[in-house]
Every structure is written in structure tokens, then in C-alpha cells.
Nanobody, 123 residues
Framework: QVQLVESGGGLVQAGGSLRLSCAAS????????MGWFRQAPGKEREFVAA???????TLADSVKGRFTISRDNAKNTVYLQMNSLKPEDTAVYFC?????????????????WGQGTQVTVSS
């Protein structure tokens, strides 16, 4: 099991940028696949981005060209760089972890979750 703590959320105007961080505990972080999901009020949790421990990544179509996922295994941290933010990106953002080296895009595939960080984009 790994403990996850997200940070970096906040209020930003449309067109602005934020960088979310997810710090993980445990010495085996480098063997975990990581993901970012988001959940807006009244909506289901949706996939945003995923990255393998070896570094390959994938993004949801809705954020391609605007968001980037990366990780620093030495710091036990995964990042989500969000540029050109839109009001529809407003949600609570969660990071998730599971062992393995695949790109997991469904929430049910992940074992461990952070508490979430709020991102609000004003128009």
C-alpha cells in the first residue's frame, strides 16, 4: 500500500496554468503505475492521465495538448502540468497508484488514492 498526498490545486482564470503534485510514501514508488483522475460535482470520476513506472504515458482526449503527466522517482512524486485551463476542467483532482507497468485508465484498476485537490477555473 502507498500513501498519496496531492497539492497544487487552486483558483485560476481560464487560460491559466497549474501544476499538481502527488507525493507518495513507500520505497517501491518506482514500481508503481500512477494516474490522475478528476470528479466534478454531480459527475462520475473520469480519467485524466496515466504514467508507467518506466515513463510512458497517456492522456484523455479532452486534455491532450494542454496537460502533461510526469514523474520523478527519486522524489516519489508524480506531477500533472495543466496549461490553457478551461472552466470545464473545474473538478477535484485525485492521484492514484497501483503496482505494475501498464497504462491503467479505469479508476477500478487502482488500489490506492489520495484525498484530492480542488481545481477551479473561472471564466
Amino acid at each position: 500500500q502507498v500513501q498519496l498526498v496531492e497539492s497544487g490545486g487552486g483558483l485560476v482564470q481560464a487560460g491559466g496554468s497549474l501544476r499538481l503534485s502527488c507525493a507518495a510514501s513507500g520505497r517501491t514508488f518506482s514500481s508503481y503505475a500512477m494516474g490522475w483522475f478528476r470528479q466534478a460535482p454531480g459527475k462520475e470520476r473520469e480519467f485524466v492521465a496515466a504514467i508507467r513506472w518506466s515513463g510512458g504515458s497517456t492522456l484523455a482526449d479532452s486534455v491532450k495538448g494542454r496537460f502533461t503527466i510526469s514523474r520523478d522517482n527519486a522524489k516519489n512524486t508524480v506531477y500533472l502540468q495543466m496549461n490553457s485551463l478551461k472552466p470545464e476542467d473545474t473538478a477535484v483532482y485525485f492521484c492514484a497508484a497501483r503496482s505494475g507497468n501498464f497504462l491503467y485508465t479505469r479508476a477500478g484498476m487502482y488500489d490506492d488514492w489520495g484525498q484530492g485537490t480542488q481545481v477551479t477555473v473561472s471564466s
